[in-house]
């Protein structure tokens, strides 16, 4: 089976629309969100209707910290994030509040983990920057590959016999063995704010039965969601990072 993973969507239409049509077109079954469906861009509305409807079909959801903020104002978020989630706060519905408060924050499913951030804790929405945050992961949890997103960069890291921790940045959509007998974390770049330096929407491809995964970047409608960041009067910033990924 075929599984499309996506993270960090954060309200941003027409890449999450771009996205979920490239990956049917390359032969996903499953979809699984990582989280982070809101926050920053100015579609939530269509974002969170849009994965309450692949969660029906039998997609997979987790719940990421921008979506919790949504229920829980008290949660911590810098300048322009806290107006963005103020503003998407008002802007949905107490149905879309609901389907965001009730996600999971963590999925396992068969020897998969999906996960928002850090899986040790994922309550607390733990970055993976490095090696020793992944280490953290590995040594907290028993999945044998976990996927992840919240850092807007893709990575992979791998666990040998040894316990030693490897890193590899991905580049290019070849795909990558991660079968056993070492445990793999994958971090899925964002769909909606990407932050690798590369202003297409990240995601990945996960073909079950060859153990393999393929990271992929998609171009999309750029100038339409900055024009929908600044129709809804968000701060500029949200709309002119999106042209540098970063």
């Known amino acids: 089976m075929k599984i499309a993973i996506l993270s960090d969507v954060h309200g941003n239409r027409q890449a999450f629309g771009t996205v979920l049509a490239d990956a049917l077109g390359r032969g996903a079954e ?6 982070d469906i809101v926050g920053y861009g100015g579609d939530p509305v ?11 079909k039998g997609a997979i959801a987790v719940r ?8 829980d104002p008290s949660y911590s978020m810098n300048s322009s994030a806290g107006i963005a ?3 998407t706060r008002l802007t949905l519905e107490p149905r879309h509040r609901d389907f965001l408060a009730r996600l999971p924050v963590s999925v396992t499913d068969d020897d998969r983990l999906y996960v928002h951030a850090e ?5 607390r929405f733990t970055y993976v920057n490095d090696r020793g945050d992944a280490d953290s992961h590995f040594r907290g949890c028993a999945a044998r590959l976990s996927f992840c997103g919240h850092v807007h960069a893709p990575a992979l890291y791998g666990l040998g016999a040894g316990g030693k921790v490897t890193t590899f940045i991905p580049n290019s959509d070849i795909g990558i063995p991660v079968g056993p ?3 793999w974390l994958a971090v899925i770049g964002s769909v909606g704010q990407p932050r690798d330096g590369n202003p297409a929407a990240a995601w990945a491809l996960y073909d ?25 009067s968000l701060p500029e910033s949200l709309a002119t990072r999106l042209y540098r990924g970063r």
């Open 208 to 232: 079950t039965q060859a153990c393999e995964l393929s990271f992929r970047w998609t171009a999309y409608d750029i100038d339409g969601a900055a024009s929908a960041i600044r129709a809804a």
């Open 181 to 183: 007998p070492r445990r």
């Open 119 to 123: 899986g040790s804790a994922p309550a």
């Open 85 to 87: 989630i103020d503003w």
């Open 64 to 71: 990421g910290n921008h979506d919790q903020a949504i229920g």
């Open 46 to 56: 269509w974002c969170v209707e849009t994965c309450m409807d692949l969660v029906a």
């Open 30 to 35: 499953r979809f699984v969100i990582l989280g």
